[in-house]
């Protein structure tokens, strides 16, 4: 009983060991940006994706960018994880029809669809959606 017990423990202290060793998961990385997202003004700017971090003022700067390394939602760049990417899409949808997207944007009866691709390398590794209010 106690060769099994510790056999037991051992392989719990080295799959812990290999969690903890790894690269920040997709879906973590994706939540970087979710929690960015939720923070931001929703405000009209210039309509160019940022191109780091330290770019991100409004929401719409989200929409069309790559951050690779990945960005926190502090907008500090993750340099642990430069292998992974982070590729951000912002639609204006419908309410009733979430799959569509919507004619006037301007609409009361629209959300916003924030979709977030995790990369590592050329693989994709999650895409995570999230609706937000417009």
Known sequence: MLVTATSALSAAVETHEQIAGQPVTAWALAREIHNLALSLPHTAG????AANGAGVALLEDLDGAVF?????AARNTLTDDSGWSQVVAIDVVQLEHPQCLAS???????????????????????????????
């Open 68 to 72: 690779s390394p990945p960005i926190s």
């Open 46 to 49: 210039d309509g160019l994706p």
């Open 104 to 134: 006037d944007p301007t609409s009361a009866a629209t959300l916003l669809r924030l979709t977030v691709t995790i990369l590592e390398g050329r693989d994709a590794r999650g895409s995570y959606t999230w609706w937000l209010n417009p």
